[in-house]
């Protein structure tokens, strides 16, 4: 397999669009219940959490930033067999194709639970998941122009719930903060691990990356991206801790749709049902973008042409999602995923960066 | 093309799966009341919207027995031909009875159902609620639930009574240190009308604090702006202020009123002791009503504000007494305590078995900043 990727002009974007990229796939089911989470770990604590989770997804923004340019037009795919030889590299590409599979698998399960305690309890899961890969579907055999079209557009069309927080933000009680650093180092580094599941996705960098115009200037909209990301966490999370009590937001699942139950307009009283149902439009990118890896993925490692492969992958994820009928079951699910995710995601490029300089500084010595 | 026509008309297929819920069909709960009878049995009483064209008859009252409060509503939905929801639930009434045997195992299916929104208030009544709910007087609301949660919408909003939504309480509850509260109704002649303040011991009620006293415990509760209350002085005080010797309006006790206050409250613990705590009010008002005629100068302001900061502070040791006997702590001292101490931090224990030996001290400064049109 070739390491780096011809790209036409008419397939490429502008680095510009990586913002709404990097953003869109962050953002997703991880936010629903990302303050109780944290808050298991780190306590009232948790915002030093995200700030210092925050700080690390930079670095490897950066560290993902230098491995690419090591490379002219390159993709994960191609680097990994690059460095490790065909085997390794098409090992290790399965298995970023299986981790991203089930990652859009939980996604899709999560918002259906969701759905399933918010609104409809009596619609069935096989439905609403046809409805979202039809969506899915009909949205990647566009393209990735497409793709990335929808996400822009989704991306300001959901970015307007930012503001209904003000209504909780009046209910906060600020003393919950009180005294801070209360908890131990280690617990709030295990809270800025556990917010890895809400940003995981940004590895869609290392698979985008050749389709981007102007390379040079990626830097900045993929930061950009992140700061946004964790200040929206950030935004969620301080209002949940403040407007829950200890024990409310340990029973609380989705603490940040929990928040819009108290946002009420004369219009609309119960402003929760539009949130959950607007939430769809956080997800779709999300799924979209999930799925153009994987189909991206499959189609360079194991040159699967065509539409085929996109349908092979609806059907494994109809299946999948009918599999797991309780929620227990759909949390161990993701719970593996994020951690899986966190090595792969947080870890691994680290490692790879390590090799490229070493074989730099090899080559270099030979060379000599 | 085609594929698209094929999508969206299997889409089109696809809603008909969703369950509906036509409007006509429905009996909207606005309010639920909850008594106990027979001992550990539940009494529900349901105020139920309905939307019949039919008939002119747009609410109904439904009374049902059950063990739990969604059994309440299984079994009322054998009493009627509308399908009850609870979607728009935004009073849940309890009577004093109950409240007292705890109301979080009440209130679980409030917290669970995602159905509820936490918009909802809560309230305590010292009558049955089965007869609150019956009052045919309620103005110009379509029906007693909303006249009974506009009542507590409003009187929250003039802050004349603490918070008293669904999730404040929940929070008060299980906050470490602070007793939550909720409004007490009543009824006088067949009208549903605030009587006061109930106090909680965690979940459960135990007391109830006047209507006067609301206002107190408020002061230290939360920072507040744009309340009023008045306070009565005894008659000596001020005399030499008086414009007339001898006016027949100096007879009495001094009324004076007072509005547009903001007070600003800080707590502070001397020498880190939580039985010892001093409380910081600082109040900006102005002055409406005096009973006597006073000739206010610089110096018969500044000795009125004296008065009055005296008089306040009787009357709010005059309340931590009352709270310290009914061992509950509305104000919160032992979660300001616990905000304030990183070590020692109190236990849920220790809080509860310190509330009697509490001894307030009151730092209270009072500035009247205007008097009206006249001097």
């Known amino acids: ?368 | 093309m085609k594929k698209i026509t094929i999508i969206i008309c299997l889409s089109l297929l696809c809603t008909g799966c969703i369950p509906k819920s036509y409007i006509e069909k429905l009996g909207i709960i606005t309010a639920v009341g909850y008594d106990l009878v027979e001992d550990s049995k539940l009494e529900g009483t349901l105020v139920v919207f309905q939307f019949d064209p039919t008939s002119s008859n747009t609410s109904q009252i439904i009374t049902s027995k059950a063990e739990t409060s969604k059994g309440i509503r299984y079994q009322a939905n054998r009493l009627t031909s509308h399908r009850l929801v609870s979607g728009q639930v935004r009073l849940a009434l309890y009577q004093d009875k109950l409240a007292e045997k705890g109301m979080l195992k009440y209130m679980d299916t409030l917290a669970r159902d995602a159905k509820i929104s936490d918009l909802g208030y809560l309230a305590v009544s010292n009558v049955p609620t089965s007869e609150l709910m019956k009052s045919n007087l309620s103005e110009d609301a379509p029906n007693i639930g909303i006249y009974l949660q506009s009542l507590i919408e409003k009187s929250i909003k003039n802050q004349m009574i603490p918070d008293s939504l669904i999730n404040i309480f929940l929070r008060d509850v299980h906050d470490l240190g602070i007793d939550p509260v909720l409004p007490m109704l009543s009824l006088n002649d067949d009208k549903p009308y605030i009587h006061g303040l109930s106090l909680f011991q965690d979940d459960k009620y135990v007391s109830m604090l006047d209507e006067k006293d609301i206002f107190h415990l408020m002061l230290m509760r939360q920072r507040s702006e744009d309340t009023e209350f008045q306070l009565d002085l005894p008659s000596e005080s001020l005399k030499e202020y008086y414009k007339t010797e001898n006016s027949n309006m100096n007879d009495g006790t001094l009324h004076v009123s007072l509005n547009d206050l903001r007070n600003r409250t800080s707590f502070e613990f001397i020498d880190g002791d939580f039985t010892n705590p001093k409380v910081k009010i600082k109040m900006e008002g102005r002055l409406m009503e005096i009973t006597k005629d006073i000739d206010l100068k610089d110096q018969a302001i500044k000795a009125l504000e004296k008065e009055l900061e005296k008089q306040l502070t009787d009357r709010l040791e005059q309340l931590v007494d009352k709270l310290k006997e009914k061992n509950v702590d509305p104000v919160g001292f032992g979660k300001k305590f616990n905000e304030r101490h990183r070590k020692n931090q109190l236990t849920e224990e220790a809080w509860r078995s310190q509330i009697p030996e509490l001894d307030v001290t009151f730092d209270i400064e009072i500035k009247l900043l205007r008097h009206g049109i006249t001097e």
């Open chain 1, 1 to 368: 397999m070739n390491a780096n990727i011809t790209v036409t002009k008419s397939q490429s974007v502008r680095a510009f669009y990586l913002f709404f990229i990097i953003h869109t796939i962050q953002i997703g089911a991880g936010l629903m219940g990302v303050p109780r989470i944290l808050f298991l770990e780190a306590g009232s604590d948790a915002w030093v959490s995200i700030l210092i989770g925050g700080l690390y997804i930079h670095f490897i923004a950066w560290i993902m930033i230098l491995i690419l340019r090591e490379y002219e037009n390159a993709d994960i795919l191609g680097i990994q067999c690059d460095l490790f030889g065909a085997f390794f590299g098409k090992l290790m590409g399965c298995i970023f194709i299986i981790y991203i599979f089930f990652i859009l698998l939980s996604v899709i399960r999560n918002y259906i639970e969701v759905v399933q305690v918010f609104i409809f309890p009596e619609i069935p899961i096989w439905l609403m998941t046809l409805f979202l890969l039809f969506l899915m579907i009909y949205c990647v055999s566009g393209g990735l122009r497409v793709v990335i079209g929808t996400c822009f557009l989704f991306f300001f069309l959901t970015i307007w719930l930012v503001f209904t927080i003000y209504t909780p933000v009046t209910y906060m009680d600020w003393g919950h903060f009180l005294p801070v650093f209360q908890s131990s180092p280690l617990e709030i580094l295990k809270g800025s691990q556990k917010m890895t599941y809400t940003v995981l996705g940004m590895e869609v960098l290392l698979f985008v990356y050749p389709y981007i115009e102007n390379k040079k200037k990626i830097a900045v909209p993929v930061h950009l991206a992140i700061v946004l990301t964790t200040f929206l966490i950030l935004l969620v999370t301080v209002v949940s801790i403040g407007y829950f009590s200890d024990y409310q937001l340990r029973e609380t699942v989705w603490a940040t749709l929990s928040l819009f139950k108290i946002v009420s307009f004369s219009i609309i009283e119960r402003f929760d049902f539009i949130a959950v149902a607007i939430w769809m439009m956080v997800i779709i990118p999300n799924i979209v973008l999930f799925c153009w890896i994987l189909l991206h993925s499959v189609k360079r490692m194991f040159n699967f042409q065509g539409k085929r492969s996109l349908y092979v992958i609806a059907v494994f994820l109809f299946i999948g999602s009918i599999l797991f009928e309780y929620r227990m079951s759909v949390n161990q699910m993701t719970d593996l995923t994020a951690q899986v995710g966190f090595y792969l995601v947080f870890v691994y490029p680290l490692f790879l960066y390590l090799v490229l300089q070493v074989r730099k500084i090899w080559r270099k010595r030979r060379a000599s």
